[in-house]
């Protein structure tokens, strides 16, 4: 089963297309990552970003939106009706598809530390990763806001962030943590009155005394009273439920619901249930809605990269030898990777945590470089038949050109010769000291770093027989003689440990 793990992180900008379009770029930037909405809302000068991912990915994603937007937003000169404390206000993980809420808290706790040691931004944990009751709560934690943190966090023990420093920058601190699906949901009343918005807020949130798993809160908006609210268990407290409830106590006041506003996503689930209530089919199946029986019986999603392949075994000389050396280095860095992932914040593992962590971002680097490298050798071949189509060439001018793109034909497969290498020796210390379930795993990425890096060279050798610069051949060969040596050597150590600690040796 794929994993799939959503991330809603919280920005406080909301105005700014330029900051809050770069900060989702960001997000893009990570391979594998699908952003599924930017919600921007000028009033509260806030944005909901909300995408999806692989649990490495969606983790990646989140660190680098966070030092982004310590980069563009000033908290010292921000202003909106939401709450916040940061400029990355809240980055909460929420479990959907073959992970658990503990993977998630792992996620969270891994993500705060490398947020506060290499960005140094203060981080707190919250909802299910919270390190005490007292910080369950967001409210509790981002109490008095950005201006009441700023003047405490250096003095007031309470307000000692979980990781980075407790130091006041302008850039605030970040609340990361994990919870259920969490509904944002809006509803407008025709008042401008906002003490009635607060006493209905006041009246149906849980804190005071009203639903459970409702947050709420009155806004002035546009002119218009806002009942804004937070659903954090909708099937337990239903979208239904909560609308009726808000619409009592608005005619109790005399006014009305006019409209309602969905900030971010909706589980398809929720609005069932409300149709289900409004149209009286209470008897109504799931199964008897189309989309759900068209959607029965799928299949998981197929991760075969069955167009690599077609075009491997295609009649075309690209992608060749040199774009399988790279994805068999990258997949020797994604080996790692999960390995690394699978021994950080391990107790049994402890005495290499901050090892592992930094194995586990090195990797990650590994397999996006390799990744990248795949479609670079496909490039810097047809780099070198391009100058050979073109008949327009003088000869003098032919030969210059087809000696540098036959240099950088030979100079991208030597990349993926050094990042492989680099691969295989995170993996076989990751068989040495990593999670012991996982040792024939990291040896598997061992070799196949190993054919990575052979076959690579391969593309080398063979571009430097037209190469007329013999200095740079001679330190090409250099090179590629001690890697491959080093390579192939570290493979049978790391066959032996494998088979040492798995226990068949």
């Known amino acids: 089963m794929q994993q799939l793990v959503e991330c809603v992180p919280n920005f406080s900008e909301g105005r700014n297309t330029a900051v809050y379009t770069a900060i989702a770029d960001v997000i893009r930037s990570v391979r594998g990552i699908n952003v599924l909405d930017v919600s921007a809302d000028p009033d509260h000068n806030r944005t909901v970003i909300t995408y999806v991912g692989a649990?490495?990915?969606?983790?990646?994603?989140?660190?680098?939106?966070?030092?982004?937007?310590?980069?563009?937003?000033?908290?010292?000169?921000?202003?909106?009706?939401?709450?916040?404390?940061?400029?990355t206000d809240v980055c909460p993980f929420i479990p959907i598809?073959?992970?658990?809420?503990?993977?998630?808290?792992?996620?969270?706790?891994?993500?705060?530390?490398?947020?506060?040691?290499e960005l140094g931004i203060a981080v707190y944990l919250y909802g299910n990763a919270a390190t005490s009751p007292e910080r369950e709560k967001l409210s509790d934690i981002r109490q008095g806001q950005y201006e009441l943190w700023k003047q405490e966090v250096e003095t007031n023990p309470a307000r000692k962030p979980d990781y980075g420093p407790a130091q006041a920058k302008n850039w605030g601190a970040t609340v990361i943590g994990v919870r259920p699906f969490l509904i944002a949901y809006n509803l407008y009343l025709n008042s401008d009155n906002v003490d009635i918005a607060e006493k209905i807020s006041r009246t149906i949130r849980f804190s005071s005394g009203g639903l459970r798993y409702v947050q709420a809160k009155g806004f002035l908006v546009e002119g218009q009273a806002q009942v804004s609210m937070n659903l954090?268990?909708?099937?337990?407290?239903?979208l239904h439920l909560v609308q009726e409830m808000v619409r009592r106590e608005a005619a109790h006041y005399g006014v009305a619901i006019t409209r309602a506003e969905l900030v971010g996503m909706i589980p398809q689930k929720a609005l069932m249930e409300s149709a289900k209530y409004y149209l009286q089919l209470d008897e109504m199946l799931d199964e008897q809605v189309l989309e759900y029986r068209l959607h029965e019986g799928q299949e998981e999603v197929d991760?075969?990269?069955?167009a690599f392949l077609a075009g491997v075994a295609s009649d075309q000389p690209t992608p060749g030898g040199g774009s399988v050396a790279a994805l068999a280095g990258a997949l020797a860095a994604s080996l790692a990777q999960m390995v690394a992932g699978l021994t950080v914040n391990r107790k049994k593992y402890a005495e290499v945590q901050d090892r592992m962590t930094a194995v586990l971002a090195e990797a990650n680097t590994l397999r996006e470089q390799l990744t990248a490298a795949i479609n670079?050798?496909?490039?810097?071949?047809?780099?070198?038949?391009?100058?050979?189509?073109?008949?327009?060439?003088?000869?003098?001018?032919?030969?210059a050109r087809v000696q540098q793109a036959t240099i950088g034909a030979a100079e991208v497969p030597l990349r993926v010769v050094r990042l492989s290498?680099?691969?295989?020796?995170?993996?076989?210390?990751?068989?040495?000291?990593?999670?012991?379930?996982?040792v024939t795993d990291a040896t598997a990425?061992?070799?196949?770093?190993?054919?990575?890096?052979?076959?690579?060279?391969?593309?080398?050798?063979?571009?430097?027989?037209?190469?007329?610069?013999?200095a740079l051949v001679k330190q090409w060969q250099a090179e590629l003689a001690t890697l491959i040596g080093e390579t192939a050597e570290l493979a049978q150590r790391v066959k032996a440990v494998a088979a040492e600690r798995g226990g068949f040796a």
């Open 232 to 238: 954090t268990h909708f099937e337990k407290t239903p």
């Open 97 to 117: 598809r073959g992970v658990t809420i503990n993977d998630c808290v792992d996620m969270a706790k891994r993500l705060g530390q490398r947020v506060g040691d």
């Open 376 to 399: 670079e050798d496909a490039a810097a071949f047809e780099a070198v038949m391009a100058v050979f189509r073109n008949k327009e060439l003088a000869e003098s001018e032919r030969e």
């Open 303 to 306: 991760l075969t990269p069955h």
């Open 445 to 470: 990425g061992v070799l196949l770093a190993l054919a990575a890096v052979e076959t690579a060279a391969l593309n080398v050798q063979i571009n430097a027989t037209t190469v007329k610069d013999k």
């Open 55 to 87: 649990p490495a990915d969606v983790e990646e994603a989140a660190f680098r939106a966070i030092g982004k937007a310590a980069e563009l937003i000033d908290l010292d000169t921000h202003q909106g009706e939401h709450p916040r404390i940061g400029a």
């Open 421 to 438: 290498h680099r691969a295989a020796q995170l993996a076989g210390e990751l068989a040495q000291v990593g999670n012991i379930n996982a």
